[in-house]
């Protein structure tokens, strides 16, 4: 067998087999996965930091929402982070009259998300702590879901599921695809012990983990998603909740997304990168699934450009005069593999959607996300690789 | 907390992939004999064509009375038998299949193909130059090149209004047309060209093949 024939067959297999992987992990847990932990009746003191930089447009409103959350109001504290914002973000957070929930603001010098949470986390006096971004819209309930995953005491993270409002902007939409996606693999992988992040939009600690595992680090691309697993690598448990809402804004345009996702891609790859230490049995399923499976996603991806990038370059010069032919000959294990994926991921896909009562997906945008949306990930992988190599400095 | 390793989920999504895996295998060879059966299907039809040419010049007497039909009909007749060569060499390079008894059966029909067209380029006065490329799949660095450099040569002349037909053997397969060409023509090593029955040994570029059919007509 040829190493090409090799390589496609490997990268194949893989593909079909973490599908199943997710599959399966769907059959098991089927009539549990949209299940609420009891309520607890418990009303413990929570902080609510919220870092934000130049986010004078949302921050107003997004306080606001806070004061509807059904809570007793004497046990929220908000705590705003202006981060050396250069607009009237400080000015706005501070102008609360007569607000139902003591809002502290802060001013430090501009220093990155990161060192705002610590900052935050520090002046904190609740028992739990929310960290919230400025132009996040929480739901009413969102404590009250979220508070009951922490009756069990080795619970150190609880996320919440993160959407996008309904919108008439396609990339929009596109997206609020995604995160149904995104919310429900989370989910399915919380069952492996192995959440990959806690999001940035809204999540819930225990105030203790940041003195058992540290504060967030200051200097990552995706402090949200590093903190996720420093806690799991002490193997404490993250849950993830797909009832309790908080909506967040995502990139409008194409630039602004591809700057994200490139984003996301550089600092996952290298928190996963920083915790390979982990790949070992006792770390479960986190140390021998899914920290592995980040880096196989990784390698097939280049692997795949790289192969594809090769057959072009090498068809033979009289593959042109039967190039339709050659389409139908060229049929094989991995196109019947390839198309075999693209089908179970759009089962995926639709079960996930299916998964949030009330989410409504019209058929364009499930079909653009299926046919085009998906392969937006070539793009950031090659422009994540481009940047690693040209070892371009990290900036948000 | 105690973590485990849920290997039962594993096996169990490793035994779904290689379900699907082996039905792909099954489709996947499947489709490749079919590709074989329905090119078999094609050299035996081509076969018929090439015959009632055949008859027609004989009952004909060799007149030349219906060289344009001769002409146009072999033309077609050679275009497609080209091309099965194509496909035949697709599956064999690119996907590894292939089968040596249908190899042989496509070497009969280029021959006589060949033949043919020699037959009528004597007997209607066509101009168009007969290129015979003898290759071998075995220990034959330069003769994937020599492909392309023929077909690049052919192209470029087709565009300035120079027709040439092409006829290509494997040398080394056993097959005795082509072993019978070999002969006729002296052949010795691969790759080597015949250009209107004169023969070239050795790796030639698209430059002199221009150069020698250019010279040969």
Same mark, same amino acid.
């Given at each position: ?18 599908? %199943?992987? &997710? ?108 960290? #919230? ?24 993270? !609880? ?21 149904? #996606? ?39 691309? *995706? ?47 290298? %928190? ?22 980040? &880096? ?22 009289? !593959? ?21 994926? *693209?089908?179970?991921?759009? &089962? ?49 | ?81 080209? @091309? ?18 249908? @190899? ?63 006829? =290509? ?6 097959? =005795? ?41």
């Amino acid at each position: 067998m040829e190493f090409t024939t090799l390589i496609s067959y490997v990268i194949a297999f893989f593909s079909l087999f973490t599908l %199943n992987v &997710f599959i399966l992990l769907f059959l098991k847990h089927r009539h549990e996965y949209l299940k609420r932990p009891e309520c607890s009746g418990k009303t413990p003191t929570v902080s609510i930091v919220m870092p934000a930089y130049n986010e004078s447009r949302y921050i107003a409103e997004s306080i606001q929402c806070l004061f509807g959350l059904d809570y007793p109001k004497d046990k929220l504290e908000i705590i705003v982070v202006d981060d050396g914002s250069t607009d009237d973000t400080y000015k706005i957070a501070g102008s609360f009259k007569d607000s139902p929930i003591s809002i502290h603001a802060f001013r430090k010098e501009n220093g990155g998300k990161g060192a705002a949470l610590n900052f935050g986390i520090k002046k904190a006096k609740g028992e739990f702590i929310a960290t #919230m971004d400025a132009d996040s819209f929480v739901t009413k309930d969102m404590l009250r879901e979220l508070l009951p995953y922490f009756e069990d005491p080795e619970v150190m993270a !609880v996320s919440p599921a993160v959407k996008i409002r309904p919108s008439d902007s396609w990339l929009k939409e596109l997206q609020r695809v995604e995160y149904l #996606m995104i919310l429900f693999s989370r989910k399915l992988l919380s069952f492996l012990e192995s959440v990959p992040v806690t999001p940035g939009p809204f999540s819930m600690f225990r105030k203790v983990v940041f003195d058992k595992v540290g504060p967030f680090d200051e200097h990552n691309l *995706v402090e949200d998603q590093e903190i996720a697993l420093r806690i799991q690598s002490h193997n404490y448990k993250i849950r993830s909740s797909m009832v309790a809402e908080v909506y967040t804004e995502p990139p409008a345009n194409m630039k602004d997304l591809l700057s994200q996702r490139v984003r996301w891609q550089r600092g996952g790859f290298r %928190n996963y990168w920083r915790y390979r230490h982990m790949i070992k049995p006792e770390y479960g399923d986190f140390g021998m699934y899914s920290i592995p499976m980040q &880096f196989a996603t990784i390698g097939s991806f280049f692997s795949l450009v790289a192969l594809m990038l090769y057959t072009f370059l090498t068809t033979p010069y009289y !593959v042109r005069y039967i190039w339709f032919e050659a389409f139908g000959m060229g049929i094989d294990l991995f196109t019947f593999i390839a198309v075999f994926v *693209v089908l179970l991921s759009t &089962f995926f896909l639709y079960l996930a959607v299916k998964s949030f009562e009330g989410e409504k997906v019209k058929l364009r945008y499930f079909i653009t996300f299926v046919a085009f949306y998906w392969y937006l990930m070539f793009g950031y992988n090659m422009l994540f690789l481009l940047k690693e190599v040209k070892k371009e400095a990290f900036s948000w | 907390m105690e973590r485990t390793v849920s290997v039962p989920l594993y096996i169990g999504a490793f035994l779904m992939s290689l379900a699907i895996f082996l039905l792909g295998i099954y489709i996947g060879s499947t489709m490749d004999s079919s590709h074989l059966a329905s090119i078999s299907e094609d050299v035996s039809s081509v076969s018929d064509r090439v015959a009632s040419v055949q008859l027609l010049i004989l009952m004909e007497g060799n007149s030349s009375a219906f060289c344009p039909v001769y002409s146009s009909e072999l033309d077609a007749i050679d275009n497609d038998v080209e @091309k099965m060569g194509y496909m035949l060499t697709y599956l064999e390079d690119e996907k590894g299949v292939f089968d040596n008894e249908l @190899k042989k059966k496509y070497f009969v029909l280029e021959a006589e193909s060949y033949v043919l067209s020699r037959k009528v380029n004597d007997l209607c006065g066509d101009d168009s130059t007969l290129l015979i490329n003898f290759y071998s799949n075995k220990d034959c660095g330069r003769c994937k090149e020599q492909g392309t450099e023929i077909l690049q040569a052919r192209d470029e002349l087709a565009a300035g209004g120079v027709g040439v037909k092409l006829f =290509s053997f494997d040398g080394e397969l056993n097959s =005795s047309v082509a072993d019978a060409l070999e002969a006729q023509y002296g052949v010795s090593g691969y790759p080597s060209v015949v250009i209107d029955g004169k023969t070239y040994s050795g790796f030639r570029t698209s430059d002199e093949l221009k150069a020698l059919i250019k010279g040969s007509s």
